[in-house]
C-alpha cells in the first residue's frame, strides 16, 4: 500500500475513533514526530565533531567503506 492509500485509510480511522482510541493513536505516533532535544554538552560535541569534519581534521568514511568494515569485523 503506498503512503497517500495508508494516510487516507488511517483519516478513515481517526473520523470514527473515540477517545480512547485517539489517545492510543497519539501514544504511538507522538514520539515519532517530536523532535528530541541535545543538552548543552551534546550541542558542544556534535559542533566539535562537526568542525573537524569540515577542517579536514577527522576521518570520513563512504557508506561503502562503512559497510566493508563492519562485515569485516562480523567475521
Not at 523532535?35 to 569540515?54: A, I, T, V, W, Y
Not at 577542517?55 to 566493508?68: A, I, M, P
Request: proline share 1%; no cysteine; glycine share 2%.
Amino acid at each position: 500500500m503506498k503512503s497517500e492509500e495508508l494516510k487516507q485509510e488511517i483519516h478513515g480511522y481517526i473520523e470514527q475513533a473515540d477517545d480512547k482510541v485517539l489517545q492510543a493513536i497519539r501514544t504511538l505516533v507522538k514520539p515519532s514526530i517530536e523532535q528530541f532535544h541535545l543538552s548543552k554538552e551534546q550541542k558542544k560535541e556534535l559542533d566539535k565533531r562537526k568542525s573537524n569534519h569540515l577542517s579536514g581534521n577527522s576521518k570520513s568514511y563512504t557508506w561503502e567503506q562503512t559497510e566493508k568494515m563492519l562485515k569485516s569485523k562480523r567475521k
